[in-house]
T-cell receptor, first 113, second 113 residues
Framework: TQLLEQSPQFLSIQEGENLTVYCNSS?????LQWYRQEPGEGPVLLVT?????EVKKLKRLTFQFGDARKDSSLHITAAQPGDTGLYLC?????????????FGKGTKLSVIP | DSGVTQTPKHLITATGQRVTLRCSPR?????VYWYQQSLDQGLQFLIQ???????AKGNILERFSAQQFPDLHSELNLSSLELGDSALYFC????????????FGPGTRLTVL
């Protein structure tokens, strides 16, 4: 069973600060998605990364896929209260059950005005 | 709005009872996935259907079952309910190929009393 570790588990920062959250696995991903979830709602897909070393930007969010495809990071620049939420990474692995997504437990981000 | 719909939004029932949760996927998506989210376990994959056929099974209890109908909507049946089954249940849909992107519905909050 593949496990995805996310860190930190909780993060509370002031508006305007920068932050980075991490997602790590002992196994190679075939693809990795980042989602954001608000309380009582479904996760919303932010980005998919596939190629080792890939960097994608979505406004103030920068997503990076590790060269070995075992880790990923999400960096938020100048955080705003609207960024508050649970950030989840989810990975697909090659082989049997390759269309399953394995989710990390998430990073709960609070941005204080 | 992801285009995935789930009903009901909330469900309150008693131990020992049986309930059915319903999901309609995004237009064009052939695959439906069911997930359970509880506070301590995070998002856990339960089962996947593709074009009416079961494709992958995760941590689904024997008391739970699912099916996908010819119009591609899916139902998750939970029986002999226990207090520990209280959780958010999400349905997601996708193309089940490529980068395995999945789009989540708003969820059903199940409370077992």
């Amino acid at each position: 069973t593949q496990l995805l570790e996310q860190s930190p588990q909780f993060l509370s920062i002031q508006e305007g600060e920068n932050l980075t959250v991490y997602c790590n696995s002992s196994s190679v991903f075939s693809s990795l998605q980042w989602y954001r979830q608000e309380p009582g709602e479904g996760p919303v897909l932010l980005v998919t990364v596939v190629t080792g070393g890939e960097v994608k930007k979505l406004k103030r969010l920068t997503f990076q896929f590790g060269d070995a495809r075992k880790d990923s990071s999400l960096h938020i620049t100048a955080a705003q209260p609207g960024d508050t939420g649970l950030y989840l990474c989810a990975a697909s692995y090659s082989g049997a059950g390759s269309y399953q997504l394995t989710f990390g437990k998430g990073t709960k981000l609070s941005v204080i005005p | 709005d992801s285009g995935v719909t789930q009903t009901p939004k909330h469900l309150i029932t008693a131990t020992g009872q049986r309930v059915t949760l319903r999901c309609s996927p995004r237009s064009g998506d052939l695959s439906v996935y069911w997930y359970q989210q509880s506070l301590d376990q995070g998002l856990q994959f339960l089962i996947q259907y593709y074009n009416g056929e079961e494709r992958a099974k995760g941590n689904i209890l024997e008391r739970f079952s699912a099916q996908q109908f010819p119009d591609l909507h899916s139902e998750l049946n939970l029986s002999s309910l226990e207090l520990g089954d209280s959780a958010l249940y999400f349905c997601a849909s996708g193309l089940a190929g490529g980068n395995n992107e999945q789009f989540f519905g708003p969820g059903t909050r199940l409370t077992v009393l």
